[in-house]
């Protein structure tokens, strides 16, 4: 599960568009117990926070997304153990979904938000939902990509549902990557996550260029292995549970998934039908990351979602 793991966060990180050199962040921090909660901001408008997922990546894979919105105050959350906010040693006794919205908290209140809206990807959405469970006053919308349902049963069938979208050839592939002692670790990763990738694009052309565009002076900081291995060990992690509180949301709730999703369940489905003010978008021809494969289906989507709040 580690290597799906890593192979999500690669492809994520790998999700910034050629042109987000170009786009204007600056970079604040909040004092917190243990160092600072660094986040990132840019523009002018109504504003938007963009949750990452994982869990144990940071933010800067979303602006992939942030960066062809013009027209809003785009945030970007390094939550404390991720990215630039990693003074803490990771720990399962404080390592949670809870602990991250609490970041989120903290950073709406030093930017003085009132309102914002959220858009959440993959782990994403289940921060999403809780921090509008427990703030539904400062949100104005909830925007879900690749949602992962209310809970963490989908990781039992994760790993089935990825093989299955290999080849024999492939899986041969990954047992000869494995046993072979004289490649370097970049070496070894880069033919590793060029054959599971396969499994999260619906054009899985895709997926060698990308790995190619791997921003150097970010690897250091897009992902800690002991932030996610924490989150796993933590004790609820298992019974955790958000959909009592998500389906008594009135607040307008917002879907975008590919039709292709490896993490697809029927329980996108389920939320959509049960909730009070939903929308579920199906984009087709596509896998995890809908703005990369489908960008003017899905931006046309978000925009028109933004446009309504």
């Known amino acids: 599960m580690n290597q799906v793991l890593k192979c999500i966060i690669t492809a994520l990180i790998l999700s910034i568009p050629y042109y987000s050199i ?12 243990h160092g600072y909660l660094h986040y990132y901001t840019k523009g002018k408008g109504d504003a938007i926070v963009f949750l990452q997922g994982g869990p144990g990546f940071s933010s800067y894979y979303m602006r992939g997304i942030a960066d062809s919105l013009n027209n809003n105050m785009c945030i970007l959350i390094d939550y ?3 990215g630039r906010s990693q003074k803490r040693k990771s720990d399962s006794s404080w390592v949670s979904p809870e602990k991250i919205v609490s970041d989120i908290e903290q950073v709406r209140k030093k930017l003085a938000i009132n309102k914002w809206t959220i858009i959440g990807h993959s782990y994403g959405t289940h921060f999403g939902l809780l921090y509008a469970s427990k703030y539904p006053a400062m949100v104005r919308k909830i925007v879900l990509l690749a949602f992962i349902g209310t809970n963490n049963q989908f990781q039992r069938y994760s790993w089935d549902n990825i093989s299955i979208r290999l080849s024999e050839t492939d899986m041969e592939q990954l047992q000869i990557i494995e046993k072979d002692t004289l490649l370097s670790g970049p070496d070894r990763e880069f033919r590793t996550q060029s054959i599971i990738l396969k499994a999260y694009f619906f054009d899985k052309s895709k997926v060698v260029p990308f790995l190619k565009s791997v921003p150097n002076d970010e690897n250091e900081f897009y992902y800690n292995d002991s932030f996610n291995y924490a989150y796993w ?51 087709e021809q596509s896998g995890h990351f809908s703005w990369l494969e489908r960008p003017s289906v899905f931006f046309e989507i978000l925009r028109k979602e933004l446009k309504e709040m």
């Open 22 to 33: 170009f786009a204007q962040y600056k970079h604040d921090s909040v004092k917190i117990e």
């Open 80 to 82: 404390e153990g991720t």
């Open 233 to 283: 060990l933590n004790k609820n992690y298992w019974k955790w549970d958000i959909s009592n509180d998500a389906l008594k949301l009135e607040i307008p709730i917002r879907i975008i998934q590919g039709r292709q999703d490896f993490v697809n369940d029927g329980n996108q489905s389920i939320f959509d039908s049960k909730a009070k003010n939903s929308k579920l978008y199906y984009i």
